[in-house]
């Protein structure tokens, strides 16, 4: 069978259609792995079992890869449209903050909210909450124990912006200019640090199916900032 790719479309569709073939083998590998760790079969030295966890890590780390490239990849294809839902951004924003709580903790972070008013968006929740994990995540990979973070949104005439703070840090001007661009990432703390570079990138391709626009502003040492503008605000 040959196949044409004329454009970043036609990929697009191609790698969606090929979900399932890419995903089965890395969760085979992994439950395998994980039936070792077990040792239902025997008993392991130790040399074995520090082998077998960094499979089950380079397994999650590619599975990882896998599964943000399709994201990006059924956005491009069309197969992945908007809901049209009535989004609380309080609401929101509250659910990401406690779901990451055990993150930020860790490094004693103080996350708040930056806001207490009600404001309704219209778009798909489920993105848009993918967005600000995806968000307040990095800023806490890139925020220093003691740091402060903060998420915030506001009304603008016929908009919402939204924004996630950050005292971490920053990042370069000539790192800021590619730092949605997949496999791109910023500074890296350690190499515990290192990501996947496709995070933004995915919230780029999020924000731009809902019409609107995302951008960070930032310089070392002085934290980030990113913010969002939607379109569909909700009077």
């Known amino acids: 069978m040959v196949i044409s790719l004329k454009n970043n479309s036609d990929l697009a569709y191609f790698i969606a259609r090929m979900g399932h073939e890419l995903r089965t083998p890395i969760n085979a590998i992994k439950g395998f792995t994980d039936v070792l760790l077990s040792e239902a079969f025997g008993p392991l030295n130790q040399k074995q079992k520090e082998y077998l966890v960094k499979m089950t890590v380079s397994s999650d780390r590619l599975l990882e890869v896998i599964n943000q490239i399709l994201d990006w990849a059924k956005i491009e294809a069309g197969q992945d449209p908007?809901?049209?839902?009535?989004?609380?951004?309080?609401?929101?924003?509250?659910?990401v903050i406690s779901l990451l709580e055990v993150q930020y903790s860790v490094k004693n972070i103080k996350v708040e909210l930056l806001n207490t008013e009600e404001l309704e968006v219209k778009g798909d929740r489920t993105k848009l909450r993918q967005v600000l994990i995806n968000l307040l995540s990095n800023s806490i990979k890139f925020t220093p124990n003691e740091g402060k973070i903060g998420i915030g949104y506001k009304k603008t005439d016929k908009e919402a912006l939204i924004w996630v703070e950050d005292t971490g840090i920053g990042i370069s001007e000539k790192q800021l200019e590619t730092l949605f661009c997949p496999f791109m990432q910023g500074p890296q703390l350690s190499t515990k640090q290192k990501g996947t570079g496709l995070g933004l990138w995915i919230c780029k391709s999020i924000i731009e199916l809902h019409k609107g626009y995302i951008w960070a502003e930032s310089s070392p040492g002085s934290g980030t900032t990113i913010f969002i503008r939607l379109p569909f605000l909700i009077n």
């Open 82 to 95: 908007l809901l049209e839902e009535t989004v609380n951004l309080k609401i929101l924003a509250m659910e």
